[in-house]
């Protein structure tokens, strides 16, 4: 490639970017999808996500999210969803896309997409689906122990975007979610005109939860300095009976909102005093609108996943199987890496920002 695509591309081209699945990643991805449309003011830049990810877009000026179908039960997308955007992909006549997911559905949607440009990277498998093979980061940049917005960051330079380092990420309030996000947390008990603090004690990964009664000592020195708590999770029965155990753990009566959508969450860390949770997407929306967070780490790379550009503190401690596959534990009965941060810790860590 002569001429980096980016540069190449004619004036008012439309570009596709494929990022399904997680949240965290579609937070991340707009450090470098805002500076490649500053870099490129023409161009129609979109993302195709989840489609309960969309809300971080709702109010974006600059790029524009096409949601994906996907049952609340289910793991993929079903074939009639996948044959429905495969034909709008096609109708909207992309100049390019480029696969930033690297599964087997992203990578039939970039093959099948009728753009002339369908870029992936070097070790995405289904090489068939692209005539751009990006190399990895670390060759392009000349460096190792990547995070995650400036590993992306390597492979949009090698795509011809100019400039030194990435941009931090950065997500827009709507307003239609701002208002119901108010009325939500009024319905919880909480004075929106008062300081409160989001505490996030859930997660997906057993490995990456932080124990409920510690949570509980942290919520109440937060409520005897006089902040109001509110406690975030996802509505399903395992992340409620999270919620739970951290209640049951405290007297205090702790706001508890498990069923907000993507941009009410959004909104609601947005106007935090303070985010205090997990590693986990919620944490880096935090970093995104830049709410000061406190992110408890356990077996994942803080080097790759820590909150990006923003007000934090990371609290790890080190052990020599971090970073594992986070599935499993296999060097200790229990997740000792998670476990072992006291509450004294993420005190010490509260302080340092408040």
Request: charge should be positive; hydrophobic fraction near 40%.
């Amino acid at each position: 490639m002569s001429i980096p695509l980016f540069q190449q591309l004619p004036e008012n081209s439309r570009l596709l970017f494929i990022r399904i699945r997680n949240l965290g990643e579609a937070v991340l991805d707009t450090a470098n999808l805002r500076a490649l449309k500053h870099f490129r003011p023409d161009l129609q830049i979109a993302t195709l996500v989840e489609a309960i990810y969309t809300d971080l877009y709702a109010a974006d000026p600059e790029i524009e999210a096409i949601p994906l179908p996907r049952g609340v039960k289910d793991k993929r997308s079903s074939l009639a969803s996948r044959l429905n955007m495969i034909r709008e992909l096609r109708s909207r006549k992309f100049a390019a896309v480029i696969n930033l997911h690297g599964g087997p559905t992203s990578a039939q949607l970039t093959f099948l997409s009728g753009a002339k440009h369908r870029a992936g990277a070097e070790h995405f498998r289904n090489g068939y689906a692209y005539n751009l093979r990006i190399p990895p980061a670390e060759e392009i940049l000349g460096r190792k122990d990547l995070h995650t917005v400036e590993y992306q960051f390597g492979q949009f330079k090698w795509l011809g975007l100019p400039g030194d380092e990435p941009e931090p990420t950065r997500l827009h309030v709507a307003p239609q979610f701002r208002k119901s996000a108010l009325s939500k947390l009024r319905e919880a008990g909480i004075d929106p005109e008062r300081p409160y603090v989001v505490v996030a004690p859930t997660n997906e990964f057993y490995t990456k939860r932080w124990e409920p009664k510690r949570y509980a000592a942290i919520a109440e020195s937060l409520i005897a300095r006089d902040f109001q708590i509110v406690m975030t999770g996802a509505p399903t029965e395992e992340q409620r009976s999270q919620l739970a155990a951290v209640q049951a753990a405290t007297k205090h009566e702790l706001a508890s909102l498990n069923s907000l959508s993507i941009g009410e969450l959004v909104a609601v860390i947005a106007q935090a005093k303070l985010f205090v949770g997990n590693d986990s997407g919620p944490a880096h929306i935090a970093a995104a609108v830049k709410t000061p967070l406190v992110v408890l780490f356990g077996p994942a790379s803080s080097v790759r996943w820590s909150p990006w550009r923003a007000p934090s503190v990371l609290v790890q401690n080190y052990f020599p199987c971090n970073p594992c596959s986070m599935y499993t534990c296999e060097a200790f009965d229990e997740p000792e890496c998670i476990r072992s941060i006291t509450v004294d810790q993420a005190l010490k860590a509260i302080d340092r920002l408040i």
